[in-house]
């Protein structure tokens, strides 16, 4: 089966960097996505990567190692606006085509 | 607008009754599937489809059924529902499911089944 595991809850002030890690158990691993979610909202992308490295877009950044089988979500210049759930979601080969796997999500709450 | 809808945005119904969700997305998208999302357990996806008439079972799929005779249309039903089933649900679609492909998610519909 495939597994993920990631914080249930980080917080820190405007301003500040934080990081969300995300490992992960997945045989066939293919890649490692990122979606946020606001309170009410429905999930949106973030975020992909299937080779080892960092991705940057803006202020968040993507990070991943597969022989650690370990990402993370780095988020820069913290807004309130970024108070939100993130979750990391394994792509893996399943009978031929990619199938997507989602963790429990990652609550980040920003304060003043 | 690129955009996934779904109908109805929330639901109140009894044990029992057959229920319908439906999913329409206006990107042609081939490939369409259905999230449950409850508390502390992530989103977990109860079906998908590669395409039309092809559909095959997620991690959550017992107590639903689905159906993909139209590329845009991918509804969700439920046969009989139980309080169990009592959740938030998110349709989604990409072109191709791939993790790469931005998966585009519709506004989720809140069920409670009594």
């Known amino acids: 089966g495939q597994s993920l595991e990631q914080p249930s809850e980080v917080t820190a002030v405007e301003g500040a960097i934080v990081q969300i890690n995300c490992t992960y158990q997945?045989?066939?691993?293919?890649?490692l996505s990122w979606y946020q979610q606001h309170d009410g909202g429905a999930p949106t992308f973030l975020s992909y990567n299937g080779l080892d490295g960092l991705e940057e877009t803006g202020r968040f950044s993507s990070f991943l190692s597969r022989s650690d089988s370990y990402g993370y979500l780095l988020l820069q210049e913290l807004q309130m606006k970024d108070s939100a759930s993130y979750f990391c979601a394994v792509s893996y080969m399943n009978t031929g085509f990619q199938k997507l796997v989602f963790g429990t999500g990652t609550r980040l709450l920003v304060s003043p | 607008e690129a955009q996934v809808t779904q109908n109805p945005r929330y639901l109140i119904t009894v044990t029992g009754k057959k229920l319908t969700v439906t999913c329409s997305q206006n990107?042609?998208?081939?490939?369409m599937s259905w999230y449950r999302q409850d508390p502390g357990l992530g989103l977990r996806q109860i079906y998908y489809s590669m395409n039309v008439e092809v559909t095959d079972k997620g991690d959550v799929p017992e107590g639903y059924k689905v159906s993909r005779k139209e590329k845009r249309n991918f509804p969700l039903i439920l046969e009989s529902p139980s309080p169990n089933q009592t959740s938030l649900y998110f349709c989604a679609s990409s072109f191709t499911g791939a993790g790469a492909d931005t998966q585009y998610f519709g506004p989720g519909t809140r069920l409670t089944v009594l």
């Open positions: 997945t045989s066939g691993f293919y890649g």
């Open positions: 990107m042609n998208h081939e490939y």
